[in-house]
């Protein structure tokens, strides 16, 4: 015969476990960018460095505050669902280059 607690044991194990769903923050840090990109640090520096976004058709979109870089989980995402349709524009006219 099993005791309260070894049943309430066997009744956890058998169940599967729930988690409870922490949400996204919606604030990111740049290291929070380079794992959401799996990219280096550096490459998420090189994206929202002044200089190098006159580069770019569609710079990432980044806060400036005083307590360093900070990004929009929404606004990254945007942007990464317009580089997307972007590429897929390109290829359809015809202007991608390798």
């Not at 009744?11 to 409870?20: E, G, K, M, R, T």
């Not at 770019?56 to 980044?62: E, F, H, L, S, T």
Request: net charge positive.
């Amino acid at each position: 015969m099993l005791s309260d607690n070894q049943s309430y044991e066997v009744l956890d194990a058998a169940l599967p476990a729930v988690h409870s769903a922490q949400p996204e923050p919606e604030i990111l840090t740049v290291a929070d960018v380079a794992r959401l990109l799996r990219c280096e640090v550096s490459s998420v520096y090189n994206l929202t460095r002044r200089r190098g976004r006159a580069r770019y058709d569609n710079p990432i979109p980044v806060l400036r505050l005083p307590c360093g870089l900070r990004f929009k989980r929404s606004s990254i995402m945007t942007w990464l669902d317009s580089l997307e349709t972007r590429g897929a524009r390109r290829a359809q006219n015809g202007t991608v280059s390798l």
